[in-house]
């Protein structure tokens, strides 16, 4: 299987109350590891959403470091749509989306301190 076509994943941890007021990749990797961080995250009650577009980014960030200055705003519209989804906005999308699981190539596994898994 090609580089290309191999499925992909990338974790991010944001705490704007900790005093770390920018996200960081504290996971990512290729095929059964993309695989073991999607479990992983379901497991753990974080949020899995596709985006190649973001996943492709967000693999070029060293593990543990704060996302570069450059991927801001499209962090910001990932978290944005967590937002919405945690208050309930974007129950409707989630569930297709879920529906749809088997079919994700990409995905970016977010935690949020004060999220579902912190609850």
Sequence with gaps: MSR????????????????????????????????MIVQRAKEAGLYVHEAPEMVSLLMQVDLDARIP?????????????LHRLESGADLESAHSASDNEQDVTDVVATDVEGGPAAR
């Excluded at 191999?6 to 695989?35: I, M, N």
Aim: glycine share 8%.
């Design 69 to 81: 200055p450059q991927l801001y705003q499209a962090v910001a519209e990932l978290l944005a749509w």
């Design 4 to 35: 290309k076509n191999r499925r992909s994943a990338a974790a991010l941890v944001y705490d704007s109350q900790g005093g770390d007021a920018t996200p960081r990749v504290v996971a990512k990797g290729y095929g059964l590891v993309a695989d």
